[in-house]
């Protein structure tokens, strides 16, 4: 049985595995049965592997130098769906993300400063770029800190994430159906590309009050069919085809914040209810509620100015987002903390 070399790693509130490209094989066919086989399929449970049996602990990260000017490293994210099996690469994960700093100072990808250490990401699933600014006092990865994040136990060191020109990332517009506000199956939805296909609705336009926990939810089948007959009328609309096997558009229910925050989320992933929430979710999320005209934004309390901080609230707590913003409204940059931690290294038994 062959060995490849692995490490798992915490990334901002999901967990997956890391791996460098040249250890995969190149056929993306063969690649995706090797990481279906390596997380645990076919079984939702993934007992024969290192999924989790959950969409935040069936990921992975295959990392390689960067190929053009101007960045460090490539990153592809793949979701493994534990229940369907599928492999997709239709979207961006920001909390995996997170860890690909540190995974690239680790593997000799990039050469760490004294101090802090920016590493310049590409996604290679959209495009888009990501600079994270790493603790590297000494020339080493700083691990503990004091930063702690909701939906993540304890404290470790920060890892800043700036986020550049990420709209439209995955369906080629910020709205991807050319407009603030569509209704599918009665409910007005707004529709938003900025990082993540995210459609956004009123939680109570779904029947909950918005506040219920995941588990709950989870357990909610009328409220599942509901939303995943939205989705795959949406899915065509944003230009994503049909999204029946697709991890996209992400589908959040919003209410207002009960902890003094810009709102409240409950994000289906789209077939499971979100433990937070996810960093380019969040960003999405976030910009739908500060479009004045949107679907969800008479819920949602949004500071003015063209720099917005804002605490999206999720069923662990709060994420913190800054929003950049040009003279002409565009989100030009969007900042996050998030923290890592490498986990186990070492091969995997495929
Ligand atoms: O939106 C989960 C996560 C994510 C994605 C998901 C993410 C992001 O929490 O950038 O981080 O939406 O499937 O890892």
């Given at each position: 049985?062959?060995?490849?070399?692995?490490?798992?790693?915490?990334?901002?509130?999901?967990?997956?595995?890391?791996?460098?490209?040249?250890h995969?094989?190149?056929?993306?066919?063969?690649?995706?049965?090797?990481?279906l086989r390596a997380?645990?399929?076919?079984?939702?449970?993934?007992?024969?592997?290192?999924g989790?049996?959950?969409?935040?602990?069936?990921?992975?990260?295959?990392?390689?130098?960067g190929?053009?000017?101007?960045?460090?490293?490539?990153?592809?994210?793949?979701?493994?769906?534990?229940?369907?099996?599928t492999?997709?690469?239709?979207?961006?994960c920001?909390?995996?993300?997170?860890?690909?700093?540190?995974f690239?100072?680790?593997?000799g990808?990039?050469?760490?400063?004294?101090n802090?250490?920016?590493?310049?990401?590409?996604?290679?699933?959209?495009?888009?770029?990501?600079?994270?600014?790493?603790?590297?006092?000494?020339?080493?990865?700083?691990?503990?800190?004091?930063?702690?994040?909701?939906?993540?136990?304890?404290?470790?060191a920060?890892?800043?994430c700036?986020?550049?020109?990420?709209a439209?990332?995955?369906?080629?517009?910020?709205?991807?159906t050319?407009?603030?506000?569509?209704?599918?199956?009665?409910?007005?939805?707004?529709?938003v590309?900025?990082?993540?296909?995210?459609?956004?609705?009123?939680?109570?336009?779904?029947?909950?009050?918005?506040?219920?926990a995941?588990?709950?939810?989870?357990?909610?089948?009328?409220?599942k069919?509901?939303?995943?007959?939205?989705r795959?009328?949406?899915?065509?609309?944003?230009?994503?085809?049909?999204?029946?096997?697709k991890?996209?558009?992400?589908?959040?229910?919003v209410?207002?914040?009960?902890?003094?925050?810009?709102?409240?989320?409950?994000?289906?992933?789209?077939?499971?209810?979100?433990?937070?929430?996810g960093v380019l979710?969040?960003?999405?999320?976030?910009?739908a509620?500060?479009?004045?005209?949107?679907?969800?934004?008479?819920?949602?309390?949004?500071?003015?100015?063209?720099?917005?901080?804002?605490?999206?609230?999720?069923?662990a707590?709060?994420?913190?987002?800054?929003?950049?913003?040009?003279?002409?409204?565009?989100?030009?940059?969007?900042?996050?903390?998030?923290?890592?931690?490498?986990?186990?290294?070492?091969?995997?038994?495929?």
């Amino acid at each position: 049985m062959p060995a490849i070399a692995c490490t798992v790693i915490r990334g901002g509130t999901s967990r997956g595995a890391y791996f460098h490209r040249a250890h995969l094989p190149d056929s993306p066919d063969e690649r995706n049965a090797t990481l279906l086989r390596a997380m645990g399929g076919p079984d939702p449970l993934q007992i024969d592997g290192i999924g989790g049996g959950h969409p935040l602990s069936s990921k992975v990260a295959v990392v390689d130098s960067g190929s053009t000017e101007g960045i460090d490293v490539d990153y592809l994210f793949l979701q493994i769906d534990p229940a369907q099996q599928t492999v997709s690469d239709m979207q961006n994960c920001g909390n995996i993300l997170a860890g690909v700093g540190l995974f690239a100072i680790n593997e000799g990808l990039v050469t760490p400063g004294d101090n802090v250490t920016t590493v310049r990401i590409r996604m290679q699933n959209t495009g888009a770029v990501c600079h994270l600014d790493i603790q590297t006092p000494g020339g080493v990865v700083a691990i503990d800190g004091e930063t702690s994040i909701d939906g993540v136990p304890g404290t470790a060191a920060p890892i800043i994430c700036n986020y550049l020109e990420i709209a439209g990332s995955s369906c080629g517009a910020l709205l991807p159906t050319g407009n603030v506000v569509d209704e599918f199956d009665g409910v007005r939805v707004t529709c938003v590309d900025n990082g993540m296909p995210v459609v956004a609705m009123r939680a109570d336009a779904m029947g909950i009050s918005g506040t219920e926990a995941p588990e709950v939810l989870d357990r909610n089948d009328g409220l599942k069919k509901a939303l995943e007959s939205i989705r795959l009328k949406v899915g065509p609309a944003m230009g994503l085809g049909d999204v029946a096997s697709k991890s996209v558009p992400k589908m959040c229910l919003v209410s207002p914040p009960t902890a003094g925050g810009a709102f409240m989320t409950r994000t289906f992933i789209p077939h499971t209810c979100h433990k937070t929430i996810g960093v380019l979710g969040a960003v999405s999320a976030a910009t739908a509620c500060a479009l004045p005209a949107s679907a969800v934004a008479a819920l949602a309390n949004i500071p003015s100015g063209s720099i917005k901080t804002l605490d999206v609230e999720h069923p662990a707590g709060a994420f913190r987002l800054v929003l950049e913003y040009d003279d002409g409204g565009s989100v030009t940059k969007a900042g996050v903390i998030r923290t890592a931690r490498t986990i186990f290294k070492g091969e995997i038994y495929v």
